[in-house]
């Protein structure tokens, strides 16, 4: 989607957050994203299960931005082993959000 977006609107420094990814926003606030869309994820056969991921696995939610520096929460996360980190976890920014 990001690199489809760029495209379409000639635009750069794309930035993503999700649910999950930064300290004080839980998984279970995918809720409220899909609220947010009135019914179109389950149109898509997406569903939030009680854990807060989404299903089908791998996929994900949460809001795209226009910004200068490209910003991705995985600076801010320990899980090293996830397949979709973009950014190495940077201990100090961690600190810094605290």
Not at 53 to 58: A, Q, T, Y
Not at 63 to 86: A, G, Q, T, Y
Request: with cysteine.
């Amino acid at each position: 989607m990001r690199d489809k977006i760029k495209a379409d609107y000639n635009v750069h420094g794309i930035s993503h957050i999700n649910p999950g990814s930064i300290q004080d926003w839980s998984t279970v606030e995918v809720n409220k994203i899909f609220d947010l869309l009135e019914g179109k994820p389950s149109d898509l056969g997406l569903s939030v299960l009680e854990s807060g991921m989404i299903n089908p696995v791998r996929s994900v939610s949460g809001f795209m931005f226009l910004s200068e520096n490209e910003f991705h929460n995985c600076i801010l996360c320990r899980k090293v082993d996830c397949p979709n980190r973009r950014a190495e976890f940077e201990e100090e920014e961690y600190i810094n959000s605290l």
